[in-house]
């Protein structure tokens, strides 16, 4: 009886073993243990379940390795932790697929994954190079003196909504609250290249409301999102908890807001004079009718692709601002260099435009420090593995799911000299002029690179220094200086 009960000890003793030690190959990066249901994923949240990215960045340091292996939940997963290897990662043929995700799906009642950010293969190749050869004719990712008018035309409504008395949300008593100051100037540019619309101020409560409903459905899955997408059946156990219903009654929000803007636009609509991307797309709808070459052109990608457009205007764009906003009320000195920059080259007889771009690299600096030091994407978009492959010696199979750390790219302590400490001067060059390469990485790399980089640069540039031009930040009295560690990035 005592040895019947030591064999089965034993025999269980080895299997969990086993299990929290298994990998999908004896070749697989080292990580974490594999615990039931979640994997590696529980680990993360119970060393810093605010910031699972921070507990990655440092766990990989913990293993002395480039590439940390993890299983979420039953897949396995890569993430590369050093800029070295984030950036070859993020180019290799190999890892350019999509992974699925349960969260994806689920925007759509069909169950079908739409958009830009989250399909691959044909699908995504068409769209986005649809997408990316059409936009430029409405000044996206270009110079465009049309835009640059609308441009400026959104910097004084900015500059009026500061200088109010009282905006519910935004301006009470002299005091301004960032980021909802920053909404409407991104959205509506947006909204001007993909509709050839803005709002007027006095709609400008619209795009607020969209701003926070796309911020609750940021939240509800994040840092969440890992457990809804590993085990989607925790939904109908704890739907609040999970935030799966505040993310369905944020994704309904908005997908009306955005179906109500294209319908009202079908309506002007005339196929011989295209005014915006929406008239675009609609032409090449209406081409395609009777075609029975096989596309993706339909009303719900161009739904979904305007989600994907809309949804980083309102967060990361906005976020970021507002981080830059922090760290010059923290640094007070940077901001007195930024004020000295702005009156030197531009003065305060006209809006800076994006010709004074290159005469101004302390302002420049320091828009690239903010994003390389509050990384707003800290993980890339998941991506697939579509074959066995090595990868740094290590060897990953097909289907796992491949992650880049751009936190970890970012505060990689080979390429920036203290890493936390924030320093706009290391991105000048010895002649104080802005150096040529950024080696920060906020969106992305290779294929999947975000298609809007030069857009929202130049956007966030001629926001910032518009700003600075005419307003010293300050916080109100008594309100304690911001605490970025306690900061989300998004």
Avoid at 21 to 28: C, L, Q, R, S, V
Avoid at 147 to 168: G, N, P, T, Y
Avoid at 291 to 296: E, L, N, S, Y
Avoid at 368 to 392: I, K, N, Q, S, W
Wanted: charged share 25%; aromatic share 14%.
């Amino acid at each position: 009886m005592f040895l019947a009960l030591l064999v089965l000890v034993t025999g269980l003793v080895y299997y969990v073993y086993s299990y929290l030690t298994g990998k999908p190959h004896p070749k697989f990066p080292p990580g974490p243990y594999r615990w039931p249901i979640w994997g590696g994923y529980l680990q993360l949240l119970v060393e810093n379940y605010r910031f699972p990215y921070k507990a990655i960045h440092w766990m990989a340091r913990r293993y002395n390795t480039e590439i940390l292996g993890i299983y979420f939940g039953p897949t396995p997963t890569v993430i590369a932790c050093t800029q070295a290897s984030a950036r070859e990662m993020l180019s290799h043929p190999a890892f350019q697929g999509r992974a699925e995700a349960f969260i994806p799906s689920c925007r759509d009642k069909d169950g079908v994954i739409r958009g830009q950010f989250f399909i691959d293969g044909h699908r995504w190749t068409e769209q986005r190079r649809f997408m990316l050869r059409n936009l430029r004719d409405f000044g996206f990712g270009t110079r465009s003196k049309t835009f640059e008018k609308i441009i400026e035309e959104e910097l004084r409504d900015f500059i009026d909504l500061v200088q109010s008395r009282h905006v519910e949300g935004v301006c009470e008593e002299g005091k301004v609250m960032v980021p909802p100051a920053f909404y409407a100037y991104f959205l509506n540019l947006s909204l001007h290249i993909f509709l050839g619309t803005r709002m007027p101020p006095a709609q400008h409560h619209k795009l607020r409301e969209f701003a926070y409903t796309a911020y609750k459905f940021l939240l509800a899955i994040d840092p969440t999102t890992g457990a809804i997408n590993m085990t989607p059946w925790i939904r109908h156990l704890v739907p609040e908890l999970s935030g799966f219903n505040d993310c369905m009654r944020s994704s309904d929000f908005i997908k009306q807001f955005i179906k109500a803007l294209i319908e009202e636009h079908k309506d002007t609509f005339i196929p011989d004079a295209l005014r915006d991307f929406c008239d675009v797309y609609l032409k090449e709808m209406k081409d395609k009718e009777n075609t029975d070459f096989q596309h993706w052109f339909s009303d719900e990608q161009l739904v979904m692709t305007f989600w994907d457009t809309l949804f980083p205007s309102s967060m990361t764009q906005t976020a970021t601002m507002g981080f830059a906003v922090e760290f010059l009320l923290l640094y007070p000195e940077v901001q007195a260099k930024v004020h000295e920059e702005i009156d030197r080259v531009v003065g305060h007889s006209r809006l800076p435009n994006l010709d004074d771009r290159k005469n101004m690299p302390y302002t420049e600096a320091v828009l690239r420090e903010v994003m390389r030091r509050e990384t707003l994407a800290p993980l890339t978009l998941p991506h697939r593995c579509l074959e066995d492959t090595y990868f740094h010696g290590y060897f990953i199979p097909k289907d796992a799911t491949v992650l880049a750390s751009l936190y970890s790219c970012n505060m990689d302590e080979s390429v920036w000299e203290n890493p936390f400490e924030f320093k706009p001067e290391r991105h000048l060059d010895e002649n104080g002029n802005i150096k040529k390469k950024d080696y920060s990485l906020q969106f992305g790399l290779g294929k999947h690179v975000c298609s809007g980089e030069t857009y929202a640069r130049r956007n966030m540039f001629l926001l910032f220094s518009t700003m600075l031009q005419n307003f010293s930040l300050e916080l109100p009295p008594g309100q304690p200086l911001p605490d970025l560690e306690m900061q989300s990035p998004s």
